[in-house]
Each structure stands twice: as C-alpha cells, then as structure tokens.
C-alpha cells in the first residue's frame, strides 16, 4: 500500500521527515541523488537478513550524504511466525533520527 493514500501514515512520514532535517538540515536531501533499484545503485547480492536489509539501508544513507551516521536495526520479527510464510518485501519502520545516528525497526525481512 502506498502510505501517502492514507492521511495519518502520511503525516507521520512527514513529522520523520521533519525530525531528519531538523537534525541534520535539508542539504543532504536536497542534494541527495534520484537512485533507481537497479544493480548500478545496488550493486550487493540481495541477502534476506537483517545484515542484507542493514547493508541496503547503509547505502541509502550514504546515497542520502548520511554516510558517517551510525545505523541501529531493531529486530521487531515475531519469533513464532514461520518467515517461510512472511511478507514478500521487507516491513521497515524509522524510529528516530538524532545528531549522526538512525534507528529502524525490521518487522519483516521479504524475499
């Protein structure tokens, strides 16, 4: 589902939006390249764990001009649920932005 067609996940995206520039300024967005999902922009092998999903989040940064922030994933995944039967795509959720640091929370891997 696209987030933006629902209103309140939309103004939660942008008030995170809103804490990322207020911590680090609009310049790294502004300035940031359009990156397509092709191999020239991704160039790792997919691996579905949380070291793939951090690996691709770490590029994202540093396409973003992020690239000295730290980088914390917490892993939300139901440790019951069999992932074999899981979300075809990663489930990613930003916590937290503060001065050089991100915070994400992994509800699903994907495929």
Same mark, same amino acid.
């Not at 520039?21 to 790294?28: C, K, L, N």
């Not at 000295?68 to 979300?87: C, T, V």
């Given at each position: 589902? =696209? ?9 939660? *995206? ?12 609009? !310049? ?38 992020l690239e000295?922030? =730290?980088?914390? *994933? ?8 069999? !992932? ?28």
């Amino acid at each position: 589902m =696209n987030p933006w067609h629902d209103k309140e996940r939309a103004e939660d *995206l942008l008030g995170l939006m809103a804490g990322l520039v207020a911590a680090s300024g609009p !310049e790294p967005l502004l300035a940031a390249p359009l990156v397509e999902e092709t191999p020239r922009f991704f160039p790792d092998t997919w691996e579905p764990s949380l070291v793939g999903l951090g690996r691709v989040l770490h590029r994202l940064m540093c396409y973003a001009g992020l690239e000295g922030w =730290n980088l914390d *994933l917490i892993d939300a995944r139901d440790p019951l649920a069999d !992932e074999s039967l899981g979300a075809q795509q990663p489930v990613i959720d930003f916590i937290e932005a503060r001065l050089s640091w991100h915070c994400w929370s992994i509800a699903a891997i994907g495929g």
